[in-house]
Antibody, heavy 121, light 106 residues
Framework: QVTLRESGPALLKPAQTLTLTCSFSGFSLTTNGMCVSL????????LEWLARIDWDDDKKYNTSLRTRLSISRDTSKNQVVLRMTNMDPLDTGTYYC?????????????WGQGTTVTVSS | SYELTQPPSLSVSPGQTASINCSGKNLGDKYVCWYQQKPGQSPVLVVY???KRPSGVPERFSGSNSGNTATLTIGGTQAVDEADYYCQVWDSTTAIFGGGTRLAVL
């Protein structure tokens, strides 16, 4: 059974850095074709893709947020970490960790439960 | 940057067919995924590679993609299908989501 779980601070102040950890089980990020994406959703808004890290440690980013994002992995712990700098109240929302499969043409096939992040002074 | 456009809302009667469109330039040249999101829940993949269904997704969900429009079709819509639906593609190395369509089953 594939599961993903996000963890991180529920509340941040403007200008702080978000460090979000995605812990997963049921698959390995070293298996050919496996990837993990981070997606967020502001309250009442559409989904927004943030970043992806692949089995070969290749990394992709949302171009409009590229300067603020950094994604990394710890394969020994089955974890992915997303860092987003200079947080703003507009970054408030639910952040999802999602398995992504190359053999599904990079469909986001299993989603975590999400973690809510509020940015407020 | 690439954009996907969906109608904000759609209403359908139980048992009828719901067709949710997603439009984008030369969309037929890309693979489209569809996600279902019920209130307070995480999204669920219901269609990938335009028309394939993941294991566990009911057969009443189907997809197509041609030209500038992709369509998610729900045949024999049920009350449990009431949700937000998002289309998604990869534009080069960036994932793009549509704005979502709220499906009401009335």
């Amino acid at each position: 059974q594939v599961t993903l779980r996000e963890s991180g601070p529920a509340l941040l102040k403007p200008a702080q850095t978000l460090t979000l950890t995605c812990s997963f089980s049921g698959f390995s990020l070293t298996t050919n074709g496996m990837c993990v994406s981070l997606v967020r959703q502001s309250p009442g808004k559409a989904l927004e893709w943030l970043a992806r890290i692949d089995w070969d440690d290749d990394k992709k980013y949302n171009t409009s947020l590229r300067t603020r994002l950094s994604i990394s992995r710890d394969t020994s712990k089955n974890q992915v970490v997303l860092r987003m700098t200079n947080m703003d109240p507009l970054d408030t929302g639910t952040y999802y960790c999602v398995r992504t499969r190359q053999d599904y043409s990079y469909a986001l096939d299993v989603w975590g439960q999400g973690t809510t992040v509020t940015v407020s002074s | 940057s690439y954009e996907l456009t969906q109608p904000p809302s759609l209403s359908v009667s139980p048992g009828q067919t719901a067709s949710i469109n997603c439009s984008g330039k030369n969309l037929g040249d890309k693979y489209v995924c569809w996600y279902q999101q019920k209130p307070g829940q995480s999204p669920v993949l219901v269609v990938y590679q335009d028309s394939k269904r993941p294991s566990g997704v009911p057969e009443r969900f189907s997809g197509s993609n041609s030209g500038n429009t992709a369509t998610l079709t729900i045949g024999g819509t049920q009350a449990v299908d009431e949700a937000d639906y998002y289309c998604q593609v990869w534009d080069s190395t960036t994932a793009i989501f549509g704005g979502g369509t709220r499906l009401a089953v009335l």
